[in-house]
Every structure is written in C-alpha cells, then in structure tokens.
C-alpha cells in the first residue's frame, strides 16, 4: 500500500494503477476509521481494483468554535485498517497541500445545503462540496462510495456530480450501528459514559417515527412528536438541534401522503453533536 | 471530424481519442467563430493530437435583459471552419443537454469576479465558472484555450482550475485583431457603421495608456485620464462602463510602483458591450 502525502505523489500512483488497466475506486474521509468506514472501502474493494482512501480533516467545513481542532486524528491505526482491507493506496495530505494559498473558490449546491445540518453549521456543505470536488479531480476516480448516515451530505455530493458531470459514479452504504442501535461515528468516543448511554435513544426515536409512517399509524407530524418525546425523556443530556420528517430528494418538509420520507435528526450532546437518519418507505 | 450533440456521445468519441494514445486539447467557445477563435484551435492543434471545440451559448452567464436571444448563432460556419482546421470533434448540445434539471450548483471565484466585468454583469462569472467546469468534466482535456481579450474570465478559470486542482493546464492566446485595431468579437457585426468606425478608440485609448506607464511618464491614474479623454473624444456614442489600470493577478487598483499592470476597458455601444485590455510591463 502506498502512501501519498502530495497530490503529485498520488496522481502518480494512481496513473500506474490505471495504465494497468485498473478500475478506481475512492474513499473519502476524515480519518479516524470506525467500522462504517471500513464498510465502504470493503464495497469499493468489492468493486474496483485498486482502491484509494483520503484521509484529511478539512478545515474549510469546520466553522468558527467547532470542533476542528479537537476532531479525532488516529492515523496510524487508520493505515493499518486500510492495509490490512487490500487499500491500494492512501492520500493524506497535510492541510497547506490541499490549502497552498487562500481559496477562492466554492462549490455550492442550493437549496438541498439550507436545512438540517446546513441550518446550523453554516458554510459546512460548502466547505465539504469543495473539498470533495477537488479530491475527485486529485484521485479521478471511477465510482466513490459515501456513507447514509451522512444522508444530507450524500444527497448534496451526488446533486453536486450530477449538476458538475463530474465523471465519477456515486455510491452509498448503508449506516453501520452498535449493537444497540448508535449510529457509529468518529464522535462517539468523545461522549462521556452518561451520554454514550443516553445517545441510542435518537436510533430509538427514529425508529419509532419510521414505525408510525411505514404502517401509516400517523402523520410525519405524529412520528416527529412521538419520536422528540423518546429523546427528551431518554436522552435528557441531549439538546435537540433538529429533528425532521423530509421528503429524500428534496430535504424539504415531507407531506402527510409521500410514499418515502427521510426521518432525520441531530442531538448535540456535550462534546459530541450526533446525527442518524432512517429512510421510510411507507406501503 | 464527429459532432457530439449529447454528453455521452462526445466522451465516446473523446474516449476513442484517449484510447488511441492520443492527447487532448480543448477550445470552449460559444460559437460565432472568429480569427480569435481560430487561433485558438490553431494553437490547440499545434500541441494537440486530438482538438475539441464545444460550440454552446451558455445561458447562465447572461444576465436578466442582457443578448443571450440575440447572440450571434452560425453554426454551419463554425463547424467549416473546425472542420479546416483539423478539429477532430466538435460538442455542440442543446441547452437541455447541458441543463436537464434546475442546476443547483453552482462554482463561483471570489473577489476576481468583484470588478470589472464583474461589477455591472451580476451573476455572469458564476455562469461562466459553472459551465466551463461542466465542459472540463465532460470533455476532459490535458490542456484548454482561452483569448486574452477575456483577460478577466482567464484569470478567474486559471484560479478556479488550481484551486479545484481540475486536472488541466489552462493556456492564453493574444487578442486578435482587425487592422485598425479592434479586438475580434463576436459582437462586433452587430455594431452600426458609425459606432464600428469610433470602436477603435478603445484599443488607440488603451495604447496611449500603456505607452504612459511603460515608458513611466505618468501615474496608473494619468494614464487613464489620457484614455478616457481618447475615448470621450473619439468615440462619442460608446459609454465607458469601466476603465482601470489593475494588478494581473488580483484585479484590484494598480499601485504607481507595479510592474505590471492591466489596462482594461469595457464600452457599450448601441447594441454592443465591447471589452478589451493590454497588459503592460514597465521597465
């Protein structure tokens, strides 16, 4: 497995594996590997033969007090993950190779970055829709794979491929769980032993929205009241950031007869903001 | 020469291009093609085993009011003329082709976009980024041209290429013009006689610019006071829109002491926005 901490360095190892006639296959990320990131680069390796993961925390979709500074870094355990999967090479560079001087340039997807996370994280589908585009021009990859529990982000990257015809096919894998029900995240070993046991109540919650929309027990608006009830009386360190019933393409609010309804939620607890999703379909 | 109408046909015929070893070179242009254009391809040719010229009048880069259902179309001509020149293919899409769904994306350079053509086209350089980003992933060229008559596109396409690290080198051609000096545009033909005859006056205007700063017989602001007073004399029925004397790279106000400064001008004619600049070394 090769490491390259320069983009000429990877181009040049990706231009081998291509000039051999390998399919390309990438996984971005921001280190720190849990086993949903492990997911995605088995699908890619399932895939595509020669595989590529980025590691780099990307400043530019951090805003202002958060948590940049303090985001899980683990790079050694992260190579060995990587090498021990068949990962043909790793990209991580460090921040001035990717930032050499101020960027002037932004990509931004309207409209699908306004709500849920983009509410409150402003700028952050900016800084990850630039980011990811120059990764994907860096690796050029044939297919890149994305995780769902990042379900708003995947939904702004493939709008971002789609409207760019950047030539590169988007893939997503399902979230990855603890065995009660936590969406895994490289934030979860930042939640004190209180909250840890208080966080699978958002998985809780959201099940039971999906449980009520699926049968058609209820409205989006009864699953949400159901589903906000399970949090604050099960997860009462958690200060509800957004909890939604949205329909999956647009992210705009979902009406009471959509046959697929996104339910969504962000719960910050101290430490850690945690986000998880379930896609319903409702018969 | 094949002409690609859809984006999978010109990647096939791209593709063949690239299979066969050969290299790629691009020229995006909206048509109406000129000795301008022509020397672009001819350039692009010189280095280029396998030219392809995109034939589009982008509508996202035309403002509320201003000539996109008025900009010149000929294609029959375009396509003898890149036909002559050994184009190998020529992409020339309807407008659905480019823009299927309301493009939410969207690519915008700051601050080189601020001035100049920037400041009285609102929205004209995010177009522009947009679509030349668009052109880049759909054709994928080693290397594309551009005319340094859009000094200011150029400098936001060069910035917008490094700062996405999009996998291509940017190259500029000299403005062409006609013997008495007016820059090659495809708006000229749509100037009246007597406007065609004061036309002139801008590059005259820019020329004696330049003449003052290169020889340091005056200041940035005396060499456009001489300007404006050419163009206010000579050309009584255009009305300067900008004329300034910028820093190449960052486009904002020369100081007394560059070394090299951009005069650049834009003047409405009766049905003609004219743009045209020289980029002065001083001693």
Redesign the interface.
Known sequence: MKVGRT?SAI?SVIAQGRADGKSIGFVPTMGALHAGHLSLIRAARAECDFVVVSIFVNPTQFGPGADYASYPRTEETDLAACESLDVAAVFAPPVEEMYP?P??????????GDGLCGASREGHFDGV??VV??LL??V?PDKAWFGMKDFQQAAIIK??V??????VTIELCPTVRESDGLALSSRNARLDEQSRSQAPAIYQALQAGSDILSKRKGSPADALTKARLIIETAAPLGKIDYLVAVDPNTLQDASATSSEILLAAAVEFPNARLIDNILVKRR
């Open positions: 983009i181009r001087r960027g002037l340039t932004t990509v931004s997807v309207d409209s699908l829709c630039t585009a120059k021009n860096i050029g709008r971002m789609a409207d760019l015809n950047i030539p």
